[in-house]
């Protein structure tokens, strides 16, 4: 796993190694990961997981499977709930009207999301 951190989006990317996709989820890194995500998304930000160019977006409360990323950009809403903060993630072309809905006081890329490297 290498991680690194796209301070234009405030995104923290982890690649993961193909041969071992799903290592990231053994412990004792699947609650550091966990952490990370949660404390990025405090300062609007994300975590994104990379399997090659498939995408996971990693939340407090769950994974959100984006898939193959080309030249979407991530948004993610933030709204209250009743037990505190919600976290929602989508996938989204830079001129999708929907964005600017979901948006409000939220985070997101402003330029395509793309796996490092």
Known sequence: ???TY???SRRVDIQVD????D???APPYYQQIKRIAE???RGDGYLIVWQGEDAIAVLPDREVKLGRVTSEVVV??????ENGVRYDVALMEPDD???????GATSGDVEPARPPG
């Open 76 to 81: 993610v809403k933030r709204s209250q709930a």
């Open 23 to 25: 290592a990231w989820r």
């Open 97 to 103: 009207p929907r964005r600017t809905e979901m948006l």
């Open 39 to 41: 404390n990025a998304l």
């Open 1 to 3: 796993m290498v991680m």
């Open 6 to 8: 796209e301070p234009s």
């Open 18 to 21: 193909p041969m071992r996709a």
